[in-house]
């Protein structure tokens, strides 16, 4: 189940880049050649234009692929297990069966049988 899920993302994520290349190549052809005489561009062309304004205006330091994130990333995970070191063992387990459930409802985790949830709850 999770490999089709990567799959659909892949596949939402290129449809993505597919669509806002050709918004912006229909726009450029709208626009600059009426507006300034310019010339007209091709798919190719509004796709490395799309890539060039990501370097150019976009920070490396900034936002979810820079440093910033991987220093959230960390703390995140910091607390966490600084949160299970002082967690009794009953918490633990609640919490594991709760994610469980959590996970389950989103089809990350098998459904627990309705005998394991019985058990579970007795």
Same mark, same amino acid.
């Given at each position: 189940?999770k490999r089709y899920w990567i799959l659909n993302m892949i596949t939402l994520?290129?449809?993505?880049?597919?669509?806002?290349?050709?918004?912006?190549?229909? *726009?450029?052809?709208? *626009?600059?050649?009426? *507006? &300034?005489?310019?010339?007209?561009?091709? &798919?190719? @062309?509004?796709?490395?234009?799309?890539?060039?304004?990501k370097v150019l205006f976009s920070s490396l330091k900034q936002g979810r692929?820079?440093?910033?994130?991987?220093?959230?990333?960390?703390?995140?995970?910091?607390? &966490? #297990? !600084?949160?299970?070191?002082?967690?009794?063992? #009953? !918490?633990? #387990?609640k919490f594991k069966s709760t994610m469980k459930q959590h996970c389950s409802?989103?089809?990350?985790?098998? @459904?627990?049988?309705?005998?394991?949830?019985?058990? #579970?709850?007795?």
């Amino acid at each position: 189940m999770k490999r089709y899920w990567i799959l659909n993302m892949i596949t939402l994520a290129a449809l993505a880049i597919l669509a806002l290349s050709t918004v912006v190549m229909l *726009l450029w052809n709208w *626009l600059v050649p009426a *507006l &300034f005489n310019g010339p007209s561009i091709s &798919f190719g @062309q509004a796709l490395g234009l799309l890539i060039l304004s990501k370097v150019l205006f976009s920070s490396l330091k900034q936002g979810r692929w820079g440093g910033d994130y991987l220093t959230r990333k960390r703390a995140w995970k910091n607390r &966490f #297990e !600084e949160k299970w070191r002082n967690m009794t063992p #009953e !918490e633990r #387990e609640k919490f594991k069966s709760t994610m469980k459930q959590h996970c389950s409802k989103w089809g990350w985790m098998p @459904q627990p049988s309705d005998s394991q949830s019985h058990q #579970e709850s007795v």
